[in-house]
């Protein structure tokens, strides 16, 4: 049996309401990054982080899982080896039954320690206060990988990725690093769909991308109701 990556990114959850940071009318419109996603943001206001992530995080609760989400999912449970990748924050792939999924960038759904970037403790509900502290005794803050940091499970997506016969890259603009590097370590023999209406940066890769040129929720159900009925065969 095959092994199916899938690599997500903002576009796939904009289908689902939520905003997006590079798009025209998206997040970097109306708040400055320096203000509200670094390390040192976090040290000058983190009162202003706190209530910036509460907001996303309220969104990304009332949003619900798109036909995208749940085609990936349904990929997913007919072949369990498929692995999902995704650099969004949200919990719409887990939401729509996928298991296991790696997010580079943090989860909009847990906070974590100041002082280890891998220590998170989940989170009820949308809002967090500040002041509430992780057991290793540190201050709690949004578990969201913030610019100039490092992204703790790149390696593992990498191996990941190094394993694909078919990699399906999914709303992402191929702009943001080190994330979009990924498909640089997919096989020279791997098939490599990008579902995206827009046209991302696919120089670096050239023949070795198939663009599909639609909506993720177009896109995706019909590329895995094909490559599930190829399977059967």
């Not at 690093?177 to 890769?205: E, H, T, V, W």
């Amino acid at each position: 049996m095959k092994k199916i990556v899938v690599f997500t990114g903002a576009g796939i959850s904009a289908e689902s309401g939520l905003s997006t940071f590079r798009d025209s009318d998206g997040l970097w419109e109306k708040y400055r990054v320096e203000d509200i996603c670094t390390h040192e943001a976090w040290e000058r206001n983190p009162q202003l982080l706190v209530d910036f992530y509460n907001a996303r995080r309220r969104d990304a609760l009332k949003a619900q899982p798109n036909a995208a989400h749940i085609a990936i999912a349904r990929l997913q449970q007919a072949m369990p080896s498929t692995q999902i990748i995704t650099q969004n924050v949200d919990d719409l792939h887990e939401r729509a039954g996928a298991k296991n999924v790696v997010h580079l960038h943090g989860e909009i759904t847990k906070l974590r320690s100041s002082i280890n970037e891998t220590a998170t403790v989940p989170l009820e509900g949308w809002e967090q206060h500040y002041g509430d502290r992780h057991p290793d005794g540190s201050l709690l803050r949004p578990y969201i990988v913030f610019f100039g940091e490092g992204v703790p499970y790149f390696t593992l997506a990498c191996d990941i990725a190094s394993t694909a016969d078919i990699m399906i890259v999914v709303g992402t603009s191929l702009n943001v690093y080190p994330a979009a590097s990924l498909l640089q370590y997919a096989p020279d023999k791997a098939q490599i769909y990008l579902i995206d209406p827009g046209q991302p940066a696919l120089s670096p890769y050239g023949a070795r991308i198939q663009h599909i040129r639609k909506k993720a929720t177009e896109g995706v159900p019909q590329l895995v109701e094909s490559i599930l009925s190829n399977a059967e065969e």
